[in-house]
């Protein structure tokens, strides 16, 4: 049973436009939900995090908006860079996560020129 | 600052091969230490994670098993590795309370 869905394993965006990247949840304890970003062969790195005592956390060009009722939350790239081309995973935890992230599958975000 | 190191960066086994891939951390004290698993097609797996010197809580049943000798030292062991053992596998570590993991560079580990 997969608590933690990207259920789009890729995303073309133009350059300059918006990315949006989609993310359903299952699991209703869960209240700490993160962003990564990861390049081939190398290790996640952590983009931003929101608690579910928020719907909307912003950093820079970053937005990870949270709907509870819905258990969705999305991460919105304006505007999308070609460095910005790389797996986004999408994290869940009850609390801080001490004992373990729920990551989804990931969606491959392709910046076109 | 906090580093993390995890090596080798790349493995090629046989089949029924040992294994051991190791992890350290620096510039803190008693941190949570995780192994996941990236699998072809997959999402991360969480495999282990410890939050103390000899305490290993493993997540799902497999062919592996974590080690945690010292305080920020973290191993990934098999003492006989299958096909199916194959992938990319992923150390980090959190403070106590976890909110927000750093990850290691990962070993990719291929299994012949």
């Known amino acids: 049973d997969q608590q933690v869905k990207q259920n789009s394993p890729s995303l073309s965006v133009q350059e300059g436009r918006i990315s949006i990247l989609n993310c359903d949840y299952t699991n209703s304890m869960f209240d700490y939900f993160l962003w990564y970003k990861k390049y081939p062969a190398e290790g996640p790195t952590f983009l931003i995090s929101?608690?579910?005592?928020?719907d909307k956390n912003e950093d820079g060009r970053f937005t990870v908006f949270l709907n509870k009722s819905a258990k969705h939350l999305s991460l919105h790239i304006v505007p999308s860079q070609p460095g910005d081309s790389a797996v986004y995973f999408c994290?869940?935890?009850?609390?801080?996560?001490?004992?373990?992230?729920?990551f989804g599958k990931g969606t491959h975000l392709i910046i076109q020129p | 600052s906090q580093t993390i190191h995890q090596w080798p960066a790349t493995l090629v086994q046989p089949v029924g091969s040992p294994l051991s891939l190791e992890c350290t951390v620096e510039g803190t004290s008693n941190p949570n230490l995780y192994w996941y698993r990236q699998a072809a097609g997959r999402g991360l797996q969480l495999l282990f994670y410890?939050?103390?010197?000899?305490?290993i809580s493993s997540e799902v049943p497999q062919n592996l098993s974590a080690s945690r000798p010292q305080d920020r030292q973290f191993i990934l062991s098999s003492k006989k590795l299958l096909l199916s053992d194959s992938g990319f596998y992923l150390c980090?570590?959190?403070?106590?309370?976890?909110?927000?993991?750093?990850f290691g560079s990962g070993t990719r580990l291929t299994v012949v």
């Open positions: 929101i608690s579910s005592i928020k």
């Open positions: 410890s939050v103390g010197i000899g305490q």
């Open positions: 980090a570590w959190s403070v106590a309370r976890g909110y927000g993991y750093t």
């Open positions: 994290a869940a935890s009850v609390g801080g996560g001490a004992d373990g992230l729920t």
